[in-house]
Nanobody, 119 residues
Framework: QVQLVESGGGLVQAGGSLRLSCAVS????????MAWYRQAPGKQRELVAS???????NYADSAKGRFTISRDNAKNTMYLQMNSLKPEDTAVYYC?????????????WGQGTQVTVSS
């Protein structure tokens, strides 16, 4: 029913930029948090950034100053603008949407998009 589809990944050189998108299809309550996670080989999946429906944001220390998370509530789409990319940003990036209403719970993940940053 509900699907999250990531796009925008690819191969870039260090210092370059990418803009990831996550489109949500299907019916979900609009009071939610959307987030980007990433997982590199041999490492645990980690939170990169999150944004609520009212625009409250949170960033991992590694993302602060370089990445910007945003969302378009009318389009049910989330974005991650990544600038000044580093090789250590190489990972599969996943989007997630979680309900912020306890009595109407849900938790959905996308299938990920590969980001590779070369030296």
């Amino acid at each position: 029913q509900v699907q999250l589809v990531e796009s925008g990944g690819g191969l870039v050189q260090a210092g370059g930029s990418l803009r990831l998108s996550c489109a949500v299809s299907g019916s979900i309550n609009s009071i939610n948090a959307m987030a980007w996670y990433r997982q590199a080989p041999g490492k645990q999946r980690e939170l990169v950034a999150s944004v609520t429906n009212v625009g409250s944001t949170n960033y991992a220390d590694s993302a602060k100053g370089r990445f910007t998370i945003s969302r378009d509530n009318a389009k049910n789409t989330m974005y991650l603008q990544m600038n000044s990319l580093k090789p250590e940003d190489t990972a599969v990036y996943y989007c997630r949407v979680q309900s912020l209403i306890v009595i109407v719970p849900y938790d959905y993940w996308g299938q990920g998009t590969q980001v590779t940053v070369s030296s």
